[in-house]
């Protein structure tokens, strides 16, 4: 049997993404039932860009947030925690459990945002 291909983020970057986010729930803030999160999509192909599986288009959110930006995709949007192509997500300010704005970068750093560029 033929293996699959790994299409997500690595051990070490989930990690990174982990001890960034305080190992908390962006949108909530729980610690509970946390998973990682795209914030522009894998889907279509997606996964073959590199930077796809970097920090900064990663969130740590739980599995109920995970569904509510599904399911509100307008605010979900307007707040960071998903990107529409053709942005990156290193241009898109998110939206933390802190109310605060952050700019994320591909090696895991957040630096907290003065003004809103969106």
């Known amino acids: 049997m033929k293996a699959r291909r ?4 690595t051990d070490a970057v989930k990690a990174i993404v ?5 190992g908390v729930c962006v949108r909530c803030g729980t610690r509970h039932h946390l998973t990682i999160h795209h914030r522009v999509n894998r889907g279509m192909g997606g996964a073959r860009e590199e930077w796809i599986n970097q920090a900064h288009n990663l969130l740590l959110v739980c599995t109920v947030c995970n569904g509510w930006f599904e399911d509100n995709p307008r605010k979900s949007y307007e ?10 997500p290193g241009e898109v300010l998110v939206l ?11 090696d895991g750093v957040r630096s907290r945002s003065v003004a809103a560029t969106r």
Do not use: M, N, Q, S
């Not at 707040?79 to 990156?88: A, C």
């Not at 933390?96 to 591909?106: K, N, S, V």
């Open 79 to 88: 707040r960071g925690w998903k990107v529409r192509r053709p942005e990156l």
């Open 6 to 9: 790994r299409t997500g983020p």
């Open 18 to 22: 982990h001890d960034r986010d305080g």
């Open 96 to 106: 933390y459990a802190d109310g605060r704005e952050y700019r994320l970068t591909p």
